[in-house]
């Protein structure tokens, strides 16, 4: 028996929220270094995951806005392209 294909809005859903995970991933990683760092120091340093966990956020959710604005009819732009004078 053939296997059930999933409808693309689920598959994009899946990937969202394995993106997610592995951002979470990270994040008990770096504060888990952070914590560690702190501890071992005995003050508290410069809560530093907050950089890289933010950037890495703003990416995911660039992404996920670009990938929510491009439909069938309206392909992403390429470089050096126009959206005026580009056509497939």
């Known amino acids: 028996m053939p296997a059930k294909k999933e409808p693309a809005a689920a598959v994009e859903r899946h990937k969202w929220f394995d993106e997610w995970r592995e951002w979470l991933g990270g994040a008990v990683i770096m504060i888990a270094i952070w914590g560690t760092t702190s501890l071992v120091s005995g003050s508290l340093h410069a809560f530093w ?5 933010g950037i890495w ?4 959710v660039a992404a996920r806005s670009a990938r929510r604005r491009r439909t ?3 392909p992403a732009l390429r470089a050096g392209t126009c959206r005026e004078t580009w056509q497939e």
Do not use: C, G, N, Y
């Open 57 to 60: 956020a703003a990416v995911l």
């Open 72 to 74: 069938p009819d309206r």
């Open 49 to 53: 995951p907050a950089i890289p966990l």
